[in-house]
């Protein structure tokens, strides 16, 4: 079964401490691998497409990689208003054409 | 601000009540999308149009009917809804729908059902 998995499901952080939020993922014929951020009431705001293993994308303090089974988002030396859920989608091949799977996202509280 | 606008941002209506929920796009993207998102869950699609014709239904009860006027307006209408049915609905769009690129969300409209 086609699967999108991340986790954890909540992490929380001091300001400055870095860490990873991970999104693993079973399908075959990836098309992208999409990282959104999602506040409270709001709807998610993209963030990075990433499209083959070894690609990286960097913005400000936060970095997402690739391999053929996982993709990492990076927070370096966060601060508070990093907090939020990180959802990981991605989008492969089925038999329809294409379809978009979400994980479960990551909550991300940063604490000063 | 998103590039995606969605109106109304709330809406409380009964249980009998009909009403509509807009979304607009001025990205030149040819796919739209309504997603019904839950507390804590990640949003789950409901319909997919591409090119103004519907192309994916997920199985929604008929009282949610969606509509596509033009390239840029995707409207969701709204009839005999169950309490079950409040949460966030979101609009997205993406430049095609069998291409590989984001959809860009709106900030949602949500909804409660008395």
């Known amino acids: 079964e086609d699967q999108v998995t991340q986790s954890p499901e909540a992490l929380r952080l001091q300001e400055g401490e870095s860490s990873s939020l991970n999104c693993s993922y079973t399908?075959?014929?990836?098309?992208?691998l999409f990282w959104y951020r999602q506040d409270p009431g709001k709807g998610p705001e993209f963030l990075f497409t990433?499209?083959?293993a070894g690609e990286e994308k960097e913005k400000e303090r936060l970095k997402a990689t690739l391999t053929k089974k996982e993709s990492f988002l990076h927070i370096t030396a966060p601060k508070p208003e990093d907090s939020a859920t990180y959802l990981c989608?991605?989008?492969?091949?089925?038999?329809?054409?294409?379809?978009?799977?979400f994980g479960k996202g990551t909550t991300l509280s940063v604490s000063s | 601000d998103t590039e995606v606008t969605q109106t109304p941002k709330h809406l409380v209506m009964g249980m009998t009540n009909k009403k509509s929920l807009k979304c607009e796009q001025h990205?030149?993207?040819?796919?739209m999308y309504w997603y019904k998102q839950k507390a804590k869950k990640p949003p789950e699609l409901m319909f997919v149009?591409?090119?103004?014709?519907?192309?994916i239904n997920e199985s929604v009860p008929s009282r949610f009917s969606p509509e596509c006027p033009n390239s840029s307006l995707l409207n969701l209408h709204l009839h005999a809804l169950q309490p079950e049915d409040s949460a966030l609905y979101l609009c997205?769009?993406?430049?095609?729908?069998?291409?590989?690129?984001?959809?860009?969300f709106g900030d949602g409209t949500r909804l409660s059902i008395l």
């Open positions: 997205a769009s993406s430049l095609q729908e069998e291409g590989n690129q984001p959809q860009h």
């Open positions: 399908v075959s014929g990836l098309r992208g």
């Open positions: 990433l499209y083959s």
């Open positions: 989608a991605v989008q492969y091949r089925n038999q329809a054409g294409t379809a978009l799977i």
């Open positions: 990205m030149g993207h040819r796919a």
């Open positions: 149009y591409s090119y103004e014709k519907l192309s």
